[in-house]
């Protein structure tokens, strides 16, 4: 499976970025091969539709899972409508969120 991150910075110990639209990178882990992949986001200087631009990048690169802060409407139903599962990490890092997921403690988010 893959899960993609919304973070702050390159690696696994940096920061889940609180914003999905506008976050700075995306980091998409493989969880059958540990593989972890970096992906900016060309969503942050788009003067609108952010969100579903960077659902877009998140659909493409294969991930069925994103964790983030916050995911706003539009990008909320454009990520379920590709059957991707949206999971709210806040004031972690990446490799406690990915920690958390594994052991069931994050909230999934139905609706923005």
């Known amino acids: 499976m893959k899960i993609a991150f ?8 940096s920061a889940v970025d609180p914003r999905f639209g ?3 990178h995306f980091l998409i882990f493989d969880t059958e091969t540990d593989d972890a992949v970096l992906i900016d ?3 942050t200087v788009a003067a609108q539709g952010a969100g579903i631009k960077a659902a877009e990048t998140i659909v493409r690169a294969g991930a069925t899972v994103l964790i983030t802060g916050e995911c ?3 990008a909320t139903g454009a990520l379920h409508a590709a059957g991707t599962k949206i999971y ?7 490799s ?7 052991a069931g403690r994050l ?3 139905t609706a923005a």
Request: charged letters at 25%.
């Open 6 to 13: 919304t973070t702050t910075g390159p690696d696994l110990a």
């Open 22 to 24: 506008r976050a700075a």
């Open 41 to 43: 986001n060309d969503g």
């Open 72 to 74: 706003g409407p539009k």
């Open 88 to 94: 709210s990490a806040k004031s972690m890092s990446v």
């Open 96 to 102: 406690e969120a990915l920690a958390a997921f594994r």
């Open 107 to 109: 909230t999934e988010l």
